[in-house]
């Protein structure tokens, strides 16, 4: 594709729900990172992928959270045990090598 | 560690004024600097980026900014705003082009 895609755009989960949150980079792009998006705040840091190794993972607010990119190419987060604090918009950004980061539309994540 | 700071959270402007946007940086390195803009249920787009080279940047949309050492600032203008530049400001920090570290925000307001 064009661009940085994320899928689901929306996801409503009850507290304590797994949820699983994808992320199609730009074709050929090797980083990729995680970032998490409050509400009135600016996107933190969560995780960072070169190829299929997480090379970055100190953003992770806890082991609640895991991501994995098996084959260098899409990412998944998931959060085990969704909380209330959990609800945020996920963001997925891409680069390939030296170069500014492309960011998908997100997911914005509902626990309730 | 890198931080950013974001002088007002709200900035409103008639249309066709200057565009002021705050911005003060920390790091210990010489930092990458970014100016990202994001517009309702849309994700990140890169404005302007520094990387070490001329000290003003000029962006797309028209907007252009000043790295100034001294003064550890990386402030965004425009001189003519549109009521289209109403969205959501986010500068940024990192070291070369890694992981950003963002600040809190600034949503321009554009009246007619």
């Known amino acids: 594709g064009a661009g940085v895609s994320q899928s689901p755009r929306y996801k409503v989960a009850k507290r304590g729900q797994d949820v699983a949150l994808r992320c199609d980079p730009i074709?050929?792009?090797?980083?990729l990172f995680w970032y998490q998006q409050a509400l009135g705040q600016g996107p933190e840091f969560l995780t960072y992928?070169?190829?299929?190794?997480?090379?970055?993972k100190s953003g992770l607010p806890s082991d609640r959270f895991f991501a994995e990119r098996p084959e260098g190419s899409v990412s998944t987060l998931k959060i085990q045990r969704t909380q209330q604090e959990d609800s945020a918009v996920y963001l997925c950004?891409?680069?390939?090598?030296?170069?500014?980061?492309?960011f998908g539309p997100g997911t914005r994540l509902t626990v309730l | 560690a890198q931080s950013v700071t974001q002088l007002g959270s709200h900035v409103s402007v008639s249309e066709g004024a200057l565009v002021l946007l705050r911005c003060n940086y920390s790091?210990?390195?010489?930092?990458?600097l970014f100016w990202y803009v994001q517009y309702p249920n849309q994700g990140l787009q890169l404005l302007l980026k520094?990387?070490?080279?001329?000290?003003l940047v000029k962006g797309i949309n028209g907007f252009e900014a000043e790295f100034k050492k001294s003064e550890t600032s990386f402030h965004l203008t425009k001189p003519s705003a549109h009521m289209s530049d109403a969205a959501e400001y986010f500068c940024?920090?990192?070291?070369?082009?890694?992981?950003?570290?963002f600040g809190t925000g600034t949503r321009l307001l554009v009246s007619p």
């Open positions: 950004a891409t680069i390939d090598y030296d170069d500014e980061q492309f």
């Open positions: 074709s050929g792009h090797v980083s």
């Open positions: 992928f070169q190829n299929e190794a997480q090379l970055d």
């Open positions: 790091s210990s390195v010489p930092p990458y």
């Open positions: 520094y990387t070490s080279a001329a000290t």
């Open positions: 940024a920090v990192s070291t070369g082009f890694q992981k950003l570290v």
